[in-house]
């Protein structure tokens, strides 16, 4: 099993680490590396558990992505996270162009945007389509 590593918008992290009392926070085993946030692999394939959290505004922001999971679908692929407001559910959060081999033979995704979903998860400063970081997948 691979991890898969994202650091899912670089503009993100580091206004939100600019803040006074900005803060992203990772949990259950995921770790912060130069490359982005290492999700460690979960007991399926393309599924990821761990959660990055961004914090800050006095506690009015405040954005979960946990459990990332890529699910390949007839246009391409989905980047979804869980969705804590439904239990078991999922969050559509971002669409990928295509998820491809890489030279070091990993997977590497491209054109990865914001769904509508996801948008809402930040209350008006993405919009859907908004770029993301692309995420790999490890070999």
């Given at each position: 099993?691979?991890?898969?590593?994202?650091?899912?918008k670089?503009?993100?992290?580091?206004?939100?680490q600019?803040?006074?009392?900005?803060?992203?926070?990772?949990?259950?085993?995921?770790?912060?590396?130069?490359?982005?946030?290492?999700?460690?692999?979960?007991?399926?394939?393309?599924?990821?558990?761990?959660?990055?959290?961004?914090?800050?505004?006095?506690g009015?922001?405040?954005?979960?992505?946990?459990?990332?999971?890529?699910?390949?679908?007839?246009?391409?692929?989905?980047?979804?996270?869980?969705?804590?407001?439904?239990?078991?559910?999922?969050?559509?959060?971002?669409?990928?162009?295509?998820?491809?081999?890489?030279?070091d033979?990993?997977?590497?995704?491209?054109?990865?945007?914001?769904?509508?979903?996801?948008?809402?998860l930040?209350?008006?400063?993405y919009?859907e389509?908004?770029?993301?970081?692309?995420?790999?997948?490890?070999?």
């Open positions: 099993m691979s991890a898969m590593v994202w650091g899912v670089a503009s993100l992290v580091q206004y939100t600019a803040m006074p009392d900005g803060r992203v926070e990772t949990a259950d085993g995921v770790e912060a590396t130069a490359a982005g946030f290492r999700f460690p692999p979960a007991d399926e394939p393309l599924a990821f558990r761990g959660s990055v959290t961004f914090t800050g505004h006095g009015m922001m405040r954005v979960v992505l946990a459990d990332p999971r890529l699910v390949e679908t007839a246009d391409g692929w989905d980047l979804t996270v869980r969705d804590d407001g439904v239990p078991g559910g999922r969050l559509r959060f971002a669409t990928l162009e295509a998820l491809a081999p890489d030279a033979g990993g997977r590497r995704a491209t054109r990865t945007r914001l769904t509508a979903d996801g948008a809402d930040f209350f008006g400063p919009v389509g908004t770029q993301l970081d692309d995420p790999r997948v490890e070999p």
